[in-house]
C-alpha cells in the first residue's frame, strides 16, 4: 500500500500538535495488548480543510504515545467514513469503517483492514458488507475462550434488517449478516469474560415527525449473544429495552449542544478484572430529561449479564452545564472505584 512521506507528531503535556493543513474528527484508539507501548489511532481525513471529502486517516506509536507516525490515509484517494479500531489477542490491529463509491458520494460496502505489524502497514482491504450501512462498529474477543479472534461488526442498518456480521478466520473472510431485534444503533460493542457479546444502542422510531422533530425519541435498548462465540452457530440476538433515566435525543434537535450532528454513540463496557465485579456490564448514554434542557448523561449498571439494571445515575453536573459526548472506560482494577465515566465537557473531564 502506497504511503504518503511519514510525519511526527509530538506529545508533550497533553498538547498536541496539529498536522498542518489538514483537519480531521471521529477519532478511534486501541492499545496493544502484548505491547502497551504500541497503540494506534485512526479518524477521518481531509486533506485540506476546504474539502468534504474524507479518507482514512491512521497514525501509531511504539513508546506509549510520547511519539506519533502519521503515514497518510490508510487506501489513497478512497472516500471513508465511520472508522472504529480494535486490537486482538496476538496484537493485531483491525480499522473498519464505511467504504464509498469512486465518486465518494454513496455508500458501497463496510470494509475491514488488517494490520499484523503494529499499525505500521495495512493487509488489503476485506469485505464485510455491501448494501450501504451507517455507524459501523467492530469489537474483537481477547477472552481467551472458543470465540477468542472473532471479529464483530454491527451497523445501522438501511432497509435490509441485516446489522451484524463476523469473522472467525482472524478477519480473512466475514459470513453472511444476520438481523438483530430492534436493530440497534448508534451504540457499541464489547466482549465479556466468557465471551458473551454485548450491544447497546438505541431503537430507531418507525416514522419521523418532520413537523415537530422534538418529539422523536429513540429508545435505549440492549441486546445479547450467546452463540457469536460458538464458530458452529449462527449468531442469534435477544434484546430488551433499558431504563437509563429517559429517552434518548435524536440528530438535530434545535436546543442541543451539537445541532447539526450525533450526541454521542451508547457506550457499553465489561469488566474483565479478576476482581469481585468481574463480568459487570456498564452502559452510559445521554438522555432527554424533562424541562427546557434537553441533555443528561446517565450510567446504570448489571451484574447478572444485562438480565437487570441499577437505577440510572445522572454522572454530569448541574443542568446549565454544556454537555458534548459521554464515553465510558473500565480499567480493570476490579473494584468499585476503579471504574471511571469520562465526560467530555468543555475540554475538561470530570471522573465519576
Known sequence: ?????????????????????????????????????????AWRQFDSVQSSFRQGGWAYS?????????????????????????????????????????????????????????????????????RGGDKGQIVVDRSGGIGDGHIYVNWRETGDDE???????????FEPPVGIPGNPSFGTMAVGP???LYIAGRLEPGEWDEETQNRNH???????????????????FTTRIVDIGGPAPLFHFRNNPNQYGPIGDVQVRVDLS?????????????????GEDNLDIKFIRSSDGGETWSAPIRVNGRPAQSKLVAMVRHDGGGSELAHRCRLVRHARERPL
Open 1 to 41: 500500500m502506497q504511503e504518503a512521506e511519514s510525519k511526527r507528531i509530538w506529545i508533550r503535556q497533553s498538547l498536541f500538535a496539529a498536522i498542518v493543513g489538514d483537519a480531521a474528527n471521529e477519532p478511534t484508539i486501541a492499545i496493544n495488548p502484548t505491547d502497551p507501548g504500541n497503540i494506534v489511532i
Open 62 to 130: 511504539h513508546d506509549g504515545g510520547a511519539t506519533w507516525t502519521f503515514p497518510g490515509s490508510l487506501t489513497p484517494g478512497q472516500g471513508r467514513s465511520n472508522p472504529v479500531i480494535d486490537v486482538d489477542a496476538q496484537g493485531n490491529f483491525y480499522f473498519q469503517s464505511l467504504h464509498f463509491d469512486e465518486q465518494g458520494v454513496f455508500i458501497e460496502d463496510i470494509q475491514v483492514i488488517k494490520s499484523t505489524d503494529g499499525g505500521r502497514s495495512w493487509q488489503n482491504p476485506v469485505f464485510a458488507h455491501g
Open 163 to 173: 446489522c451484524f456480521t463476523r469473522s472467525i478466520d482472524g478477519g480473512a473472510s
Open 194 to 196: 466468557h465471551g458473551e
Open 218 to 236: 429513540y429508545q435505549h435498548i440492549f441486546s445479547k449473544s450467546l452463540d457469536a462465540r460458538d464458530p458452529a452457530s449462527i449468531p442469534s
Open 274 to 290: 479478576d476482581g469481585p465485579l468481574r463480568g459487570n456490564v456498564y452502559v452510559l448514554a445521554t438522555i432527554d430529561p424533562p
